[in-house]
């Protein structure tokens, strides 16, 4: 059994078995096969609920201070039952965060759950201590000092020792949003339960705005809106299915819009901005309109584009994200349009529905050529190319799910950096999708960094990908080169699979920036 093992492991005994008891419940229901939202859930009835956005609990020079505790509560997203959901301050999606360019967020988290829990800010730019490490978890309010010996007994590395010492039951995380406006996601990181953390509702948006983009006759206010799709399943008393599926990944057999399946969403005849994200743990998406009326898409995953592109079709691998522009003044009063997943057919076919309403507006500016000013990173300024492959590794020839997922054949291992870029440097990382019976898309994501695609196959990246990243589709027979520059800080960072349940099972490398 290596080290990485007993450290996972031990985060679960050190809580009682929080989430093993969890799992163990999930399990218990397999025999309940129903999937009762998909035969009793009416479609499209429901409103499109917004995530409220957060306040500061106070604020001064240094920037806005917030409060967000995980806990338990529940929500109606099946009708007429109570699914029980993690949620950020008890609301699945948590709340919205709103930051600006140059001012810093302090976030202080407290767990009032019954097991650990980090928070990471996805796409974010910010110092190691900050990131949301595996390990380094907010225990729940309450549990007591025993926990540490036996975390401590179980944990072999001095360091680990001193963080499970540590024993913090909140933890005040800062982020400087030193870089340019873009939708970011909070979202749950613990180690070995990030999967169960997620699918149960431990995830935010996080908003950064600049006057560059303030600058542009982009829709505001009620007219820019937050959608975050992720695929769940449900139990027939309501409650998620968690089936992790061995560790091949949790999906769903409904696609939830900011936690509700099915909505509607009444529009007027004007111009709306749509910021959307793939929160899934193991779904990818392509989206689409009914009408085949192309999205004009306006930012990737780092913000704006250097210039709108008209796309017909967007893949969305877990933890992406893209911003379009939908006009619906090009449709009638009393019209419906679609948002449908083109790779699912039936209830998975199916994400959202825009009901058109009122008479046309055309009050707001034409939308300029050129969003952005993007710094083309070219190969000839990157110092190394590092490459990485992506598979499943057993010990038995035919065993499903495989034993752990691994990149370069290695397991995580949170002592060891598997690659030392110095900061400052331009690297190159080829991503590689290994051959093996199992053909799912495993999301690369490196914390820390924004980059651009370089290449597909040898081929140009899509259209919807031409921009500023932080994760990237590699599905089977893939090979993507991308290229970035490591700045702002030293320290450890993380790259890893956004399939939540390959990365829980060692899908994940440390890297140190020197
Ligand atoms: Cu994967």
Request: with cysteine.
């Amino acid at each position: 059994m290596t080290k990485t093992i007993k450290r996972r492991d031990a985060l679960k005994l050190a809580l009682g078995g929080g989430v093993t008891t969890a799992l163990q419940a999930c399990g218990s229901r397999l025999s309940h096969e129903a999937h009762i939202i998909t035969e009793t859930a009416p479609r499209f009835e429901a409103a499109l609920p917004i995530p409220p956005v957060l306040e500061p609990a106070h604020s001064d020079e240094l920037g806005d201070y917030y409060e967000i505790e995980a806990r338990e509560s529940t929500a109606t997203i099946v009708p007429g039952k109570h699914t029980t959901i993690w949620g950020y301050n008890g609301i699945f999606p948590g709340p919205t965060i709103k930051a600006t360019r140059g001012r810093a967020t302090h976030v202080r988290f407290t767990n009032r759950l019954q097991t650990p829990v980090v928070a990471h800010l996805h796409g974010g730019h910010t110092p190691p201590d900050s990131d949301g490490w595996p390990s380094d978890v907010i225990f729940p309010v309450g549990h007591q000092a025993s926990v540490t010996s036996m975390a401590m007994a179980h944990m072999g590395h001095s360091g680990e020792i001193a963080e499970a010492a540590a024993l913090k039951y909140e933890h005040n995380y800062t982020y400087p949003n030193d870089r340019r406006a873009a939708t970011l996601w909070y979202h749950d990181h613990a180690m070995g339960a990030t999967g169960h953390n997620v699918y149960m509702g431990l995830a935010g948006f996080y908003l950064v705005e600049d006057e560059d983009e303030r600058s542009l006759p982009l829709p505001s206010g009620r007219y820019d809106i937050p959608l975050m799709l992720c695929a769940r399943q449900f139990n027939d008393d309501g409650s998620f299915r968690y089936n992790p599926h061995g560790h091949a990944g949790a999906e769903g057999d409904v696609i939830l819009v900011n936690g509700v399946a099915w909505p509607a969403l009444q529009v007027e005849r004007r111009r709306y901005r749509f910021r959307i994200l793939n929160a899934s743990n193991a779904t990818t998406f392509t989206l689409a309109l009914s009408s085949a009326l192309p999205f004009l898409q306006i930012a990737t995953d780092g913000g704006l584009m250097a210039r709108p592109a008209e796309v017909p079709r967007i893949s969305m691998a877990m933890a992406e994200r893209v911003e379009v522009l939908i006009d619906f003044s090009a449709y009638a009063k009393g019209d419906s349009v679609f948002l449908r997943n083109t790779e699912k057919h039936g209830p998975l076919g199916d994400i959202m529905r825009f009901d058109i309403t009122g008479p046309a507006v055309s009050d707001y500016g034409e939308l300029p050529d050129h969003l952005s000013v993007i710094e083309a990173l070219t190969p000839e300024a990157a110092v190394r190319t590092r490459t990485f492959t992506f598979g499943p590794r057993s010990e038995l020839k035919f065993h499903y799910p495989p034993i752990y997922w691994a990149i370069n054949g290695k397991r995580f291992d949170p002592d060891h950096a598997q690659a030392n870029p110095r900061l400052g440097d331009v690297e190159i990382w080829r991503f590689v999708y290994e051959k093996s019976p199992w053909k799912q898309t495993h999301p690369p994501h490196i914390h820390l960094v924004n980059f651009q695609i370089l290449d597909r196959n040898g081929q140009a990246p899509y259209p919807h990908e031409r921009g500023w990243k932080d994760t990237l589709r590699l599905d089977s027979g893939g090979d993507v080169r991308v290229i970035m520059r490591f700045d702002g800080y030293r320290g450890r960072y993380l790259m890893h699979c956004h399939n939540l349940e390959h990365e829980d099972y060692d899908m994940m490398m440390r890297f140190d920036v020197v």
